[in-house]
């Protein structure tokens, strides 16, 4: 602070520092930035691969129970029957 009782202007003048590491501070920002959209879009594709499994196995479940219900219904059909009744 000057004699005034305010802080002097010319304290804060702004120092230019070397281009290089503004240059080098931009790249990895712009390394992580490409790194966090991969990862982005890594977790998108994981996720519609689970669902089309999720799919998947409700079709094999329904279809599974259609056969059960069907193989039941065979023996069902021809429990009490004899080989030559057949």
Known sequence: MGKTGR???TVAKHIPGPTANTEAL???VS???GDVAAAH???ME???KLSQLEERTERMMNES???ATSAHGLMLKYKDKKWYQL
């Open 26 to 28: 931009r790249e990895r």
């Open 7 to 9: 802080a002097s202007r």
């Open 46 to 48: 994981r996720g519609d």
């Open 31 to 33: 390394t992580a930035t």
């Open 65 to 67: 129970e259609n056969f």
């Open 41 to 43: 879009r890594m977790v």
